[in-house]
């Protein structure tokens, strides 16, 4: 066989994002917030304003010269009152004063300190300090940042937090990465949508529905296909279909060695096939390549290799191809406390569940590790990277994958 064969995760991600980078990128549009959740920044993005626009009050309380209180206690009289959202230029701090103030209020000119009210007693219109007021509770103009200054690069995955970050710098509406269409196409005789009664010999069709919400996650439009059967003509038809109205095609199933494994043959007789199976456990008979142009990642059919690769490879090449920098992988290190079976040539996946014991993250093999247990996906909060030929030994400090 002339295609790469039985290649390294990183050989395999190479590979595929050469092949994306030859293709045209997706384009960019602009959408308001609302619709800005979980999408790709196209562009990086600017500041309109500083942040904070003005010195405000980072408490309630009240705002004096600091220099006015060299000890205390000390009682000042109250001059005014300021609240957020005070529009109007204030009047000035008079010396030996203090100004009543609001979380977020402007501080009034002169004043550079605050204290907080839990720290005074305001008796008639006098307050008396029993604490010192404090600079550090004045959020200076611009200390977050600068007006012009880049708040949020190029292929920022739009996670809550960034998207309020957008309307913080004064941006109605982002530039975002087109969305990709991605079609998933589960194969196989034996699978049938959830619902409808199971003859003997048949399972419930589950790959599609984590594959959905894996591409959706990704700020990207799934088109959910049913199960195609295992027939070449079916198939051919559904992939052709898939390469006219999407930009990648992800199949689950069909990619094996056996005779019925008709991804596998359709790719390498009359596709371009790229590469075929990868030092992945589980999931190491993926392939990649291009159906009539159109990018195919052809994933394994048992339910947690076909969730784990798209992890591990299909989510990279989506990264690659929009210049996404997220949703971001978070690797830690984590300590086995039970052993987990590594393999001699393959980067090992197991499911762990991992917590804080003691001060230290250590990780659990609670669950049997058949490929086709996706209660041992369901119920895990990330997968081991065990190196080919690791030891795998409980008390071993090992990266895990979260999910
Ligand atoms: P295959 O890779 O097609 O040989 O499938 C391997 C195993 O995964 C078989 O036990 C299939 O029944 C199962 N399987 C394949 N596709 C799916 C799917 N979409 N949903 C659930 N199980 C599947
Ligand atoms: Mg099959």
Redesign the pocket.
């Known amino acids: 066989m002339d295609v790469p064969y039985f290649v390294e995760v990183d050989e395999a991600r190479r590979i595929a994002a050469e092949v994306l980078e030859g293709l045209p990128s997706p384009s960019t549009v602009m959408v308001p917030l609302s619709e800005a959740h979980g999408r790709v920044l196209a562009e990086p993005l600017h500041s309109r304003v500083d942040d904070p626009p003005f010195d405000n009050s980072a408490m309630d309380g009240f705002a004096m010269r600091e220099a006015d209180v060299p000890s205390v206690p000390t009682t000042l009289p109250v001059q005014s009152t300021v609240a957020a959202a005070a529009h109007d230029d204030l009047p000035p701090l008079q010396p030996g004063h203090a100004v009543r103030i609001m979380t977020g209020a402007p501080m009034p000119p002169g004043a550079d300190a605050i204290l907080p009210i839990e720290r005074c007693e305001v008796v008639d219109g006098d307050v008396t300090l029993t604490a010192a007021a404090r600079t550090g509770f004045v959020r200076k103009q611009g200390e977050n940042l600068r007006k012009g200054a880049v708040g949020l690069a190029a292929g920022s995955h739009l996670t809550p937090a960034k998207v309020g970050l957008c309307a913080t710098m004064g941006h109605p509406e982002v530039p975002v990465v087109q969305r990709l269409n991605v079609a998933i196409i589960?194969?196989?005789d034996?699978?049938r949508p959830a619902g409808e009664p199971l003859r003997h010999g048949e399972?419930?069709?589950?790959?599609?529905h984590g594959l959905v919400g894996l591409v959706r996650g990704m700020g990207h439009k799934a088109h959910h296909h049913p199960?195609v059967e295992?027939t070449l003509d079916g198939l051919r038809q559904t992939l052709d279909d898939a390469a006219k109205s999407s930009d990648m095609i992800v199949t689950?199933?069909?990619?094996?060695m056996?005779e019925?494994?008709l991804v596998r043959r359709l790719m390498e007789e009359e596709g371009d096939l790229r590469y075929w199976r990868v030092k992945i456990r589980p999931g190491s008979?993926p392939l990649f390549g291009l159906w009539k142009g159109t990018p195919l990642f052809g994933l394994?059919?048992?339910?947690v290799?076909?969730h784990v690769v798209f992890r591990l490879l299909v989510a990279d090449a989506i990264r690659a191809w929009t210049g996404a920098q997220g949703p971001r992988e978070t690797t830690v290190r984590a300590r086995l406390l039970d052993p987990v079976k590594s393999t001699k040539d393959c980067l090992t996946l197991r499911r762990v569940t991992v917590s804080l014991e003691d001060g230290e993250m250590v990780a659990r093999q609670p669950r049997h590790q058949g490929?086709?247990n996706?209660e041992s996906l369901a119920s895990a909060d990330a997968l081991t990277l065990l190196p080919p030929g690791a030891s795998g030994e409980a008390g071993e400090i090992v990266n895990v994958l979260l999910l």
Do not use: H, M
């Open positions: 589960p194969t196989g034996e699978l399972v419930y069709e589950s790959n599609s199960a295992d689950s199933g069909g990619v094996s056996g019925w494994d008979p394994p059919g048992n339910p290799s076909s490929s086709g996706l």
